[in-house]
């Protein structure tokens, strides 16, 4: 993303945008603008809905009760969003906080949190989910937001596993530690990440998982990695060979 101005700030909309269009901003975007950022009638910001681009907008009313932006060029045409999905059991808190920012920001399509034998985290905010999506993006520069899915059983999950998408298993007892090697042998196309719960997957789930078609298991080295570390190596390992890191 060369020559970007990551300074300018970027807010995430769902309206429409078109030149010369108004939108009205929710209170907490008005309050951010005026009240965090100090900004004021006139003043420029970059915003995003996921659909039709990047668009410089100016802040065209800014009263005590209502902010509204006029589109007025777009910066940046919206580009096809990539096609991988990040499935894992959910964590608590903070650390599901940090683990959703970085998926989003390592460019996953889709979050999906899987119930397994041994998540820790039985409840899951997945409007907590979609806000951390879209503070990531939005410092980010992406332009489009992931799907954010609510959680599913990992069985329930398997038995309607979509064809033609590859699952690559995070997988502690994988036989190679060869990962680039067997990434390198897959073939290009839609494809899921999957990471476990803390304490792993138990071993009917893994078992299962390997005999699976779709499946293609892959280690993460030599040490244990916490749940949310690992979310950023798999992924990471993932857009280097079959991803867009080189496009």
């Known amino acids: 993303m060369p020559d970007y101005d990551f300074s300018a700030p970027r807010l995430y909309l769902d309206a429409a945008l078109a ?6 901003l929710s209170p907490e975007q008005s309050n951010y603008l005026r009240n965090v950022l100090r900004l004021g009638a006139g003043d420029a910001v ?5 659909r039709d681009g ?3 907008a100016d802040i065209s009313e800014a009263g005590k009760k209502k902010t509204v932006l006029t589109a007025r060029q777009q910066m940046r045409p919206q580009t096809p969003p990539g096609d991988l999905w990040y499935l894992f059991a959910p964590l608590k808190h903070a650390r599901l906080d940090y ?13 999906q949190p899987v119930m397994t034998h041994r998540t820790q985290a039985t409840r899951v905010n997945t ?14 520069g992406l332009l489009a937001l992931p799907e954010t ?3 599913t059983p990992l069985g329930k999950l398997l038995d309607a596993w ?3 998408r590859t699952l690559i298993f995070c997988d502690e007892g994988a036989e190679t530690s060869d990962s680039l090697g067997v990434l390198g042998g897959l073939a290009r196309g839609p494809l899921a990440v999957l990471i476990g719960p803390e ?9 299962r998982l390997l005999k699976l078609p779709f499946v293609t298991a892959i280690s993460l080295g030599p040490r244990i990695l916490r749940a949310d570390t690992a979310a950023v190596a798999a992924l990471a390992l993932v857009q280097a060979v079959l991803g867009d890191f080189n496009s």
Do not use: T, Y
Not at 130 to 140: D, G, L, P, S, Y
């Open 46 to 50: 970059l915003v995003f809905n996921g």
């Open 127 to 140: 409007e907590r989910m979609h806000a951390n999506a879209v503070e990531a993006a939005e410092q980010c």
């Open 199 to 207: 304490g792993g997957f138990d071993e009917a789930e893994r078992s």
């Open 99 to 111: 683990m959703v920012q970085k998926a989003v920001e390592m460019g996953a399509s889709r979050l």
């Open 54 to 56: 990047e668009w410089r």
């Open 162 to 164: 979509p064809d033609g």
């Open 19 to 24: 030149n010369d269009g108004e939108i009205a």
């Open 149 to 151: 899915a609510e959680p």
